[in-house]
């Protein structure tokens, strides 16, 4: 096989995943309108997805929110604006750092996780049992996972947003002895700043949850894609699994970047 | 708060072996199954002598006299075939990269059990996933009870192989589930059935594979030994009452006493409840024991179809070269 030959079978192989991908979210989104409904697999589901991180998804917010507290802190004391360090915390926790930090810390953890059980299970053939058994795996295994990643990512990063916001909160009363109060109020005067949508929804919410659902979607459906891909018993699904973070990390920070150029063309 | 003494054991810390499960006495008719695996009966051909050379016409007699033995112990007398055949493949063709079937055709009547064999990667398994429609081929027609499954929409194929049961060969339940719920899973996805006629419907299933229900519904499946996990797969193929049971593989990997108590366990199923099979196995000696005929895939078609007595009595000297491995 020549080179030019390889290539192009690489690609096919590449275009041929994509367009799989694409009907796998198709059909997922499809069957969450499709009976049967499995209340029961999306409840568990929502449990492993959102109640599991919270742990891992506060701690990472709170530190983060202490982190930029501090940072900021040192830089803008040069300038007499330590005031607006609250500002600074609450606008980059709630738009960005929120969204993303919980996306990536639930690609890690859930992620992975799914990967792995889709991938064992298809190795072990309980995919093809599922098949045999006349039930429709997507609808069994895939839909549950992305409508509970979909409902769990956005409110998993309010409370990361939260976390961070309060570990500034802790950062500034002891580090820069800003009041409490003071430091709350400029984290409001942010929120309000930024703009509302139809009057009562602040912009920066419109940020910070819309990115979190479709962050939910990328990591749960390229997850149960390769998953479902699986081949080569247990060293496919360690590839899988490796793959899944990967590709779910960089996916969350290209789509971040066009979700926010795309909200402040539009909402501004 | 629990104390060090109150915690569960860890999974490092439980036996490995199954001290408190234990497995329901096989059957009467069992013990000349059981027996027959572990000694050698006095009517039973005497295996050749390691190390003593044999002559081509040595060695088929000693075959064929191993298979009339087969043949008499334990077998159901042949189904009798009328009107349409159950399954039916006419002139299956299917490649990939390379060709995996080229003109496969045979049929299986009510209650007959069909098992192929064949050497390794001749597309014996594929046969089976042609027939649960989870493959189309590219040329010729896959049918069920006259109709042609290949032609269906995958909706109407999940609805076909509700009637059908299979058995795979890692027995493939679902291990976040118990024995239990594995067994009643096909139950709870298609039937209306209430909570108490599930547990006695997967009770009975239980007890026809000689498991006590008592004992492993509450398991997970990795808490079984291999044997087990295949009985409990067969439990769940039967279930939901399917017309058709398809086996991969069904012996592989187990021990001879455990082999012949899944064989044995086949058979009851062909007589008991007169199920049509398909078997895929390489167990030449099960394969007699159960088959109401034989399909010998070699070449990615079939080379041989017939009773177990036409194979054994055949002059086709890769059927002898075939059989001579037994």
Known sequence: MTIVQRLNARAKAKIHSLQEAFVLAGHALRFIFARPFYWQDLVQQMDAIGVQSLGIVVLTGFFTGMVLALQSAVQMRRFGATTYVGSLVSASMIRELGPVLAGLMVAGRVGSGIAAQLGSMRVTQQIDALNVMGTDPIKKLVTPRVLAALIMLPALTVINDLAGILGGSLIAKVYVQLPVSLYWSTVWDQISNGGFLFTIIPNDFVHGLFKPFVFGGIISLTACHYGLRTTGGTEGVGISTTRTVVAASILILVVDYFITQTLLAVLG | ?326
């Open chain 2, 1 to 326: 708060m629990t104390t060090p003494d109150e915690r569960e054991p860890l999974a490092s810390e439980l036996p490995v072996s199954e001290p408190n499960i234990t497995e329901t006495p096989p059957p009467a008719d069992d013990t000349t199954i059981d027996r027959r695996s572990t000694e050698r009966r006095s009517d039973e051909p005497e295996a050749p002598t390691s190390g003593t050379p044999q002559t081509p016409r040595r060695q088929v007699r000693r075959v064929r006299a191993a298979i009339r033995h087969e043949l008499d112990v334990d077998r159901e007398s042949e189904p009798v075939q009328e009107g349409l055949p159950v399954i039916e493949l006419r002139d299956v063709s299917l490649a990939f990269e390379r060709p995996i079937l080229d003109s496969v055709s045979f049929q299986a009547y009510g209650g007959e059990t069909i098992v192929v064999v064949g050497e390794s990667g001749t597309g014996k398994s594929t046969i089976l996933k042609l027939i649960l429609r989870l493959l189309t081929p590219d040329h010729g027609g896959v049918f069920v009870h006259g109709r042609d499954i290949s032609k269906l929409s995958f909706e109407e194929a999940l609805q076909i192989r509700q009637h059908m049961g299979m058995v795979f060969q890692g027995a493939a339940l679902f291990d976040s589930l118990s024995v239990f719920e594995n067994v009643a899973y096909p139950l709870r996805e298609h039937t209306m059935l209430a909570d108490d006629e599930i547990e006695a419907r997967v009770r009975e299933t239980l007890h026809f594979v000689d498991l006590d229900p008592d004992q492993v519904m509450e398991l997970s499946p990795a808490e079984l030994s291999g044997g087990m996990q295949k009985r409990v797969g067969i439990a769940r193929g039967l279930a939901a009452n399917p017309e058709i049971m398809l086996y991969d593989e069904p012996t592989s990997g187990l021990d001879p006493l455990t082999t012949a108590t899944i064989t044995h366990l086949i058979l009851k199923l062909q007589r008991e409840l007169h199920v049509t099979s398909i078997v895929v196995s390489h167990d030449i000696r099960s394969a007699f024991r159960m088959a109401s005929k034989v399909a010998l895939l070699s070449q990615h078609h079939i080379t041989f179809f017939g009773t177990p007595e036409e194979m054994a009595s055949s002059d086709d000297r890769y059927i002898q070269s075939f059989l001579g491995g037994y």
